[in-house]
């Protein structure tokens, strides 16, 4: 489903130069939640950014279902943003003033979808993540949970097929954040969904299908020992 070879990312140049990603190999399958650790600033963001199409690797190789890139400029992968990837964010980047339908029906609507049928998509999804009932609520009138769970109804809506989520529990309390991991779980299993989510929570790490950790620029597998090794960065 997703298969990143070999990628290579650096900043600044000369002596000022930072080789962050040192040649990442890894895959992420349909139907897997994946969680991604490391040390703060080791790369973790840039990974997802580049594998979200909105930063060109230096070197290296995506694939996403159809999709081929990773040196592509991202004026080059809008395809990608648009079809390949959803994302999740640590402050979940709703829209104040909207309620939780329109928060949703208004990505799809910026991607192209009439109206009649990106409301009809946006309910199905905020049904799917058990919002059937908050639907016009804004996001003051949500717990940061449910704030979490219309921002994975936003993510899934476009039918994209995989979920990037950078820190998604970062600032939930722990049932909370036990909670958005289980929705993606389910997501996973039932609906083919594939996530890879970055979190410091050994224990919310421990609940994916497999644990990564990226570390001096590379990624290995990992386990609850180790991850919990990291944990005081
Ligand atoms: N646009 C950029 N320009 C220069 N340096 C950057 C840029 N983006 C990230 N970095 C650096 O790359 C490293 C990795 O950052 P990041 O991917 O955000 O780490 P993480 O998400 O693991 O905390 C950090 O040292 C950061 O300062
Ligand atoms: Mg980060």
């Known amino acids: 489903m997703l298969k990143v070879d070999n990628l290579r990312k650096g900043f600044g140049s ?29 790369g973790k963001s840039t990974l997802l950014n580049i594998i979200g199409g909105l930063l060109q690797a230096d070197s290296g190789n995506i694939s996403l279902s159809s999709f081929n890139y990773g040196t592509k400029p991202p004026s080059k992968v809008v395809d990608v943003r648009r079809n ?13 003033r909207l309620d ?3 928060n949703v029906a208004f990505s ?9 049928e990106a409301e009809q998509r946006a309910k199905d999804a905020l049904e799917r993540v058990g919002l059937g009932d908050r639907m016009d609520f804004i996001p003051d009138q949500l717990s940061g949970g449910q704030q979490q769970r219309v921002a994975v109804a936003r993510a899934i809506s476009g039918s994209r097929p995989l979920i990037l989520a950078d820190e998604p529990t970062g600032n939930l309390d722990v049932k909370s954040g036990e909670e958005v991991i289980k929705l993606f779980k389910d997501l996973c299993a039932n609906d083919g969904l594939s996530v890879l989510m970055v979190t410091h929570d050994p224990l919310l790490a421990s609940m994916a299908d497999r644990m990564l950790l990226l570390k001096d620029g590379l990624t290995a597998a990992s386990d609850i020992r180790s991850a919990w090794g990291i944990e005081g960065e």
Do not use: T, Y
Not at 21 to 26: F, V, W
């Open 14 to 42: 000369g002596r000022r130069r930072l080789e962050v990603l040192k040649g990442i190999n890894m895959e992420v399958q349909k139907g897997e939640l994946v969680s991604l650790m490391g040390p703060s600033g080791c």
């Open 84 to 96: 390949g990837v959803g994302w999740i964010f640590q402050d979940f980047h709703l829209v104040d």
């Open 100 to 102: 939780a339908l329109d």
């Open 108 to 116: 799809l609507e910026l991607s192209g979808v009439p109206s009649s």
